[in-house]
């Protein structure tokens, strides 16, 4: 074991690899609050690499419905619930979130799932990862659960009749859509017995080299999040690539320009933001204050990592729901649920401004530049001061020159009275 420095803990943590960062990492912000669960996402990722024979329950991309759901079944809960027996009483967070820049959700004081695998001595020794293998039956439902909300306490499938208002709902339930975090420290790269998973140093994508590959499944078992899948007809592990080849630029649409995931543009619910964060020599986040992902995760703070306390410092970002009991979403985001969803309930100027680059390119965005417009409207939110401005969000690609820019104020355009396609 080494001792590695991760960032999202507050604090260096055992991994069983010594400490190595790439040049840039991808990273990509989901926005819960806008996902409708269409599937869009997964039927494109599913139509690009998944639909051959042996990959019929292998789903990359996924989109699950929380509480209940999940793919596979209680991946989630069956790790926590581990993770629990291991260290009972110190599985918290201390200090303050968003106080101290090298801490930003304070320090988590449990043990990840490396750490937690030391005290799991099993029937042979202690493992690499603490983890589990999913079951045939887990992997057959992705979409089981789907839409079911959580009722009153005690009451299943009773619901509350009042109106439900904001800050939380007393029925909830939310979407939660997934795909391989291409973590800095990743389990299944951890628990590998043959070396055959490795970050690649030019974007921090997570591959698994199908010619060292053995399919001894001891990634699927480590990963927590449950991303390598095994193929049966192959006999060897498969994983989401992060479609490379588009991220290297190599795909003919964006004449040289790294371009993003299939279920990155294929997204009609504009939930999804994709790119390439500058990594310092030590490991963190190197100062890129107008790259979008910099300041969505490092400077407003509104987009958090998916269970951080599991250790791996996944690179996949979410805004949480507005609507959900805080606890739930501090056990499944950490301790900066509260202030993220404050500042996005009443965005500032700049958070407004860069919420809408979202799913305006299939382009990878690397800054914005905003032109402040005119005031447009004022009011009050929760008692705080809102005001909007038709700023003009200007986005720029690899190469500085310019993608796109948008306006905060879309258009209105008024046919003419009795001139439209369907007139007789």
């Known amino acids: ?3 590695v420095r991760n960032w999202q803990l507050g604090r260096e943590m055992e991994y069983p690899h010594e400490e190595h960062h790439p ?3 991808f990273a990509f912000v989901f926005n819960i609050n806008r996902c409708i669960s269409c599937h869009t996402c997964s039927m494109a990722c599913k139509s690009t690499w998944t639909f051959s024979r042996g990959q019929e329950t292998m789903w990359w991309n996924n989109v699950e419905s929380k509480p209940y759901g999940g793919y596979p079944r209680n991946w989630d809960v069956k790790l926590l619930e581990q993770l629990g027996k291991v260290d009972p009483d110190n599985q918290r967070w201390s200090g303050e979130a968003n106080g101290d820049p090298q801490k930003p959700y304070g320090t988590f004081e449990g043990n990840t799932i490396f750490e937690a695998a030391k005290k799991n001595i099993g029937s042979t020794a202690a493992r690499r990862v603490l983890g589990y ?3 045939d039956e887990e992997w057959r439902t992705p979409n089981l659960y789907e839409d079911t909300a959580v009722g009153e306490k005690g009451h299943p499938m009773k619901f ?3 109106v439900e208002e904001l800050p939380t709902h007393s029925t909830w339930f939310f979407y939660l859509a997934r795909i391989c975090n291409h973590c800095t420290y990743p389990a299944c790269l951890a628990a590998c017995p043959r070396n055959a998973i490795y970050k690649r140093p030019e974007d921090g994508i997570v591959l698994i080299d199908q010619e060292r590959c053995r399919g001894y499944r001891k990634c699927v078992e480590g990963c927590p999040y449950k991303k390598p899948m095994y193929r049966s007809t192959t006999r060897v592990t498969e994983k989401c690539i992060a479609c490379y080849p588009r991220i290297e630029g190599t ?5 040289g320009q790294p ?4 279920c990155m543009a294929s997204c009609i619910g504009q939930i999804r933001l994709q790119g390439l964060a500058k990594i310092a020599e030590d490991g963190s986040w190197a100062e890129d ?3 979008p992902l910099y300041y969505l995760i490092k400077v407003a703070k509104v987009a958090l990592p998916l269970y951080p306390q599991f250790g791996t410092e996944p690179n996949g970002y979410y805004i949480p729901p507005r609507w959900v009991p805080r606890p739930y979403l501090r056990q499944m985001f950490g301790p900066g649920v509260d202030e993220a969803i404050e500042r996005y309930m009443v965005p500032d ?3 407004q401004a860069v919420l809408q680059l979202f799913r305006r390119s299939n382009r990878i965005i690397f800054k914005y530049k905003i032109e402040n417009g005119p005031k447009v409207f004022e009011t009050e939110i929760h008692g705080k001061q809102f005001t909007q401005f038709d700023d003009t969000i200007i986005a720029f690609g690899k190469d500085g020159q310019e993608l796109f820019r948008t306006k905060m104020n879309e258009p209105v355009h008024v046919r003419p009275a009795g001139i439209h396609q369907n007139s007789i």
């Open 1 to 3: 074991m080494s001792n």
């Open 23 to 25: 040049q840039r990492q």
């Open 133 to 135: 293998l999913p079951t």
């Open 160 to 162: 509350t009749r009042a």
């Open 251 to 255: 795909d003919p649409e964006t004449e």
């Open 259 to 262: 371009m993003e995931t299939r």
């Open 289 to 291: 204050r107008y790259n």
């Open 349 to 351: 100027r700049e958070l």
